[in-house]
């Protein structure tokens, strides 16, 4: 039971037997006896400063002796007060003074020190401290460890401990690539990228909610129906070489969806991909719902990558985003950019179901990025694509530099500001060209890519790239450097030698009629198979057309996509175009490289003149080089 009253209270020390209002020497003496030293309290007082005795007291019972020490009317809580002041003004005074040492230490370690000052502050705190010597100046802000192993270095330092820490870095992945793969899988749960929805709307009201990151940089917006990627990756390559923090958004990806949004050349990084959805999630949900609510779809795949690498781009920052249209261009997602310069690569026919059955058709979409007053760079065209093309030019307004014909009525006129592939000449690993611009001609630039058409890819990457520098000509090591590190994978790509087997993304037959002329100008082989799937929607036998005049037989394979043509399907439409004889069909993938190899082989050659083509789609090229160990 509490006691009710003050006087029911038991007074402090009655628990050892201390007497109300006792004296110090009666606490004393009621704790140990008469026969105590009456010097005791004295030394008591003493332990309690931090002084050296000899004294085997209580702590517990030290407040006591103290409260009885003390003047009339002071109580045991006033003493417990006034000592915890006492040592909290201690702490303050020894914190102000190590304060003011770090300050000093850091200001004396980077400029304009005080010495004098700083010694007497040394001096200071070397006497408040007294044996207290082992504390290290750290400089304001500086990370753990920078100034030298503290204990968790110590520790990471040993077997035991690195091998903890790389446990740790283990643990912390793990848990990023599965959140990675729990974030592409809601992305992935959306609309394909073909199944179209023909609209700016969406993307536009998810960026205005955004604030507009697409307006922080400068853009270079590229469509086309062949080359797009390597034009892109090239771009974004000589960008970097002029010292300019670079992004690039391309489609498809052949190994990760992370490929697709790159930062200064690189991927993003899985948290890098997992924060920009994050960022941008709300947002598009918000979108989606006003969508359904008026009776529209949700945000297309497409659509929120879009978003994604607009908004991470203005995040990290850069200075010049490199943006691929997906399909078409002039309803396209990523013609909500306000892009500076515009890049159209050659236009041939695809994608017919959405863009139309002619070029002039497929040519007028894809004009459809061109901005007021930019600068337009367009490649050698069909006439039908080359006038439609010119309207747009007109009515926007831009300054065009267009590769052309020597033949074409528009050659040679002034102002025309032509662009040309001077000269070019194989190489080891590539090739060795000449290029020429509006600004300059650019001599002897190694290329580490194939064919032909790389060359004209590399000649709009380099208009491009002027145009963001004013129109100015570029420096010859920019040039050289930046186009020395392009790469394009997939793109005729060697995967393995002896037999040689090379693999590319081309899908339709203007792309594989390329391919082809420079299969055969760069590696010259004897005897060529095919391996091939194809996507249902594409010009089947168009492709299968311009392969069977190059390859002694081709192997039909399956395709890890619901839109792929059906093995026996595509097997019905290949004996048509090659003959029955000359048409192969496997179970997989794997099956199929091996009866190519085998069947290249079956010839009186040396290996070096047999080879493996794998082509049809960009999904069979990621396929081929997840199955053949490339990255």
């Known amino acids: ?73 002071v109580s045991l809580a006033d003493v417990r007060e006034a000592d915890r002041a006492r040592e909290q003004a201690a702490a303050d005074a020894q914190a102000e003074n ?22 007497a502050l040394l001096a200071e705190v070397d006497e408040e401290a007294g044996d207290e010597d082992d504390w290290e100046p750290v400089l304001p802000d500086t990370p ?60 536009e009201a998810v960026l205005d909610l955004l604030g507009n990151p697409e307006r922080a940089y400068r853009t270079v917006h590229i469509t086309g129906t062949n080359g797009k990627t390597s034009t892109a990756r090239m771009t974004e390559r000589l960008l970097a070489a002029t010292g300019l923090r670079t992004g690039r958004f391309t489609s498809p990806h052949l190994a990760t969806v992370r490929e697709r949004i790159a930062l200064d050349g690189e991927p993003v990084s ?22 359904a609510a008026t009776g529209g779809v949700r945000m297309s795949f497409f659509e929120v990558l879009t978003v994604m690498a607009l908004a991470a781009f203005a995040d990290y920052p850069v200075d010049v985003a490199v943006v691929e249209v997906g399909m078409g261009g002039q ?36 004009a459809g990025i061109v901005k007021d007053g930019a600068t337009l760079v367009t490649s050698l065209q069909p006439r039908a694509a080359q006038e439609a093309i010119a309207r747009a030019a007109a009515a926007h307004d831009v300054v065009w530099r267009r590769e052309l014909d020597p033949e074409s009525e528009y050659a040679g006129q002034p102002g025309a500001g032509e662009l040309s592939v001077a000269s070019r000449q194989l190489a080891v690993g590539g ?20 064919g032909s058409y790389q060359a004209h890819n590399a000649l709009l990457a380099l208009a491009a790239v002027e145009a963001v520098m004013g129109g100015r000509a570029l420096p010859a090591t920019v040039v050289q450097d930046g186009l ?108 199929g490289v091996e009866q190519a190899v085998t069947l290249s082989e079956g010839h009186d050659a040396p290996l070096t003149a047999s080879g493996v083509l794998i082509v049809g789609s960009v999904v069979l090229a990621a396929q081929a080089r997840e199955l053949l160990g490339r990255p």
Not at 185 to 199: D, G
Not at 273 to 281: L, S, T
Not at 512 to 535: C, I, K, P, S
Request: hydrophobic residues 45%.
């Open 1 to 73: 039971m509490v006691p009710n009253d003050q006087s029911e209270r038991p007074h402090p020390g009655a628990a050892f037997g201390i007497p109300s209002g006792a004296s110090g020497e009666e606490v004393v003496d009621a704790v140990f006896g008469d026969g105590v030293d009456r010097g005791g309290l004295e030394r008591l007082h003493a332990q309690d400063r931090g002084e050296e005795s000899d004294a085997g007291i209580d702590p517990d019972l030290l407040p006591y002796l103290q409260a009885a020490d003390a003047p009339e009317g």
């Open 98 to 119: 190590l304060a003011a040492l770090r300050t000093l230490v850091a200001a004396s370690l980077l400029s304009g020190g005080d010495p004098e000052r700083l010694d």
């Open 144 to 203: 753990p460890g920078a100034l030298g192993a503290g204990p968790r270095d110590a520790l990471d330092a040993s077997p035991a401990g690195a091998h903890a820490a790389a446990l740790r870095v283990a643990a912390a992945q793990v848990e990023v690539s599965a959140r990675m793969r729990a974030v592409e899988a809601e992305i992935l749960s959306r609309a394909p990228e073909h199944r179209v929805q023909p609209s700016l709307e969406r993307v």
């Open 270 to 291: 899985e948290e890098g991909f997992i924060a920009a959805w994050e960022d941008v999630r709300p947002y598009v949900e918000m979108v989606d719902e006003r969508s």
């Open 331 to 366: 309803w396209d997602a990523t013609n909500v950019v306000r892009s500076q310069v515009e890049v159209i690569t050659p236009i041939g026919l695809d994608h017919r179901a959405w863009l139309g059955d002619t070029i002039e058709e497929i040519a007028t979409t894809k």
């Open 431 to 450: 090739q060795l060209v000449t290029l020429a611009t509006a600004a300059a001609v650019y001599e002897d630039v190694f290329i580490p890519l194939h």
């Open 484 to 591: 020395a590190s392009a790469t394009s994978p997939g793109r005729l790509e060697v995967l393995r030698s002896s037999p040689t087997v090379l693999v590319d993304a081309a899908h339709n037959p203007h792309g594989v009629a390329a391919l082809v002329e420079a299969v055969e100008e760069v590696f010259g082989l004897r005897h060529l198979v095919a391996v091939t799937a194809v996507m249902a929607d594409k010009d089947v036998e168009g492709v299968l057309a311009e392969l069977e005049p190059a390859c002694d037989a081709v192997v039909c394979v399956p395709m890890d996509s619901p839109r792929a043509l059906d093995v026996e399907d595509l097997a019905a439409v290949a004996r048509e175009v090659f003959g029955p004889e000359r048409v192969r069909t496997a179970q997989t993938l794997a099956q």
